[in-house]
Structure formats: structure tokens, C-alpha cells
């Protein structure tokens, strides 16, 4: 995929001009309250409040309810392939994983620490990218504050553990993907074009990013 057609996808699926074959669908509106408690189990490893200490699990907290939703969809469908995840998710109903996804939607995300030495290199990639290498800014996605797009699923990862998203972009480099709709197609192309050096800045520069609001979800637009 050309970086041309990796920039114009990312444009029309920010602009919501693309639908995600495999997306929850929005008209499911997920309940926080009756969330709180199916979400119980997800504390062990994520944190009651959807901060995890262990940083090979990613923060939940303040992450888009429909975004929560559509990657437990995956994980039950083993389209996002993971055994102890799916363990959990087959479990559970459309409506159930919408509620999980409400409930951690309302808390707050603890702020994280990008290591200053890979700063200038993390920032040039988040808000300019590198055209030499086809790698297009990261905040055309994500949000200059690393909150993404609720509209076009695009995740919030702002605060984010750099290690999980380090492993991610590894992930995506050696050709994992998350489905095979034009959303799930995307990082995975952006990805290959970064550097081990590239990896890790960007991913301890989106660490750094924070939030002082928890991320409205798309269903509440």
C-alpha cells in the first residue's frame, strides 16, 4: 500500500467516510453503571479503574466505550488474536462489551513519562511524520493531544504504557493485523516504515501525552 493511499485512507476513515466492516455497531448504547460490574474481572490485569501497573497490559481507562467494544468483538471472533483475552470476551454479549466500554470510558487515565532523549524525534513523528520514510503524522489520527477520533474509532493513546505500545508497533511490523476491513489495515502499513529508533520514540512520546478529560464516547455525540 502506497503512503499516498495509507494517508487517504486514514483521511476518509477520520472524516468517517469509510465504515469498519467488523465495528460494533454505534446504535448500541452501553450502560457505565451495569458496566462497573461486568468489568470486575478486567481489573486483574487492567486495573479496577482501568489503570494497569503491569505495562504489558494497556491502560483502559478513558478510552472510547465503542472502541472497547469493537476490540473485544475482535477478540471473540479471534479476528485479534489472543487466548486469554478471548477467554474472557467469548463470554460476553454485544451489550455487555458496550458496557465494559462505557464504564472505563468514564475514568480518568493516569498521565505517563516519555523518556526526554527520544522526545524530539517522538514529537517530529506525532505532528509531522516522515515523508521520506511514508509515515504520516500520528495526530492525523490519533489527535494532536493523543485522544482520537471516537467517530472513526480512532483509540486514545495518550498515556499509554510505551512498552505495550512498543510491542504493538512490533506486532504490526512482522504482519499482524486486527482484521481486514481498510481500518485494520492501516498501522500495520504505517508501522513497517518505522525504525527499532522510530518505535520507541514515538511510543514514549504518545506515553508522555495526557488528558485532563476522560474521551467522549461516539455514542454520546
Known sequence: ??????????GLLAAGSIQAETAAPHAVAGDAKAGEAKAAACGACHGSDGNSTDKQYPKLAGQQ???IARQLALFKSSARNNPIMLGFASTLSDQDMHDVGAFFATKQATPGNGDQA?????????????????????????????RGNPGSGYPQIAGQWTDYVVVKLKDWQ???TWGEDDRAKIMPEIAKRLSEQDVNAVASYAEGLHTSKPVATASAQ
Open 1 to 10: 500500500m502506497s503512503f499516498r493511499r495509507v494517508v487517504a485512507l486514514a
Open 65 to 67: 466505550a465503542d472502541y
Open 118 to 146: 527520544l522526545k524530539a524525534r517522538g514529537e517530529q513523528l506525532w505532528r509531522s511524520g516522515d515523508v521520506k520514510r511514508g509515515v504520516p503524522a500520528c495526530m492525523s489520527c490519533h489527535g494532536p493531544s493523543g
Open 174 to 176: 512482522n504482519g499482524t
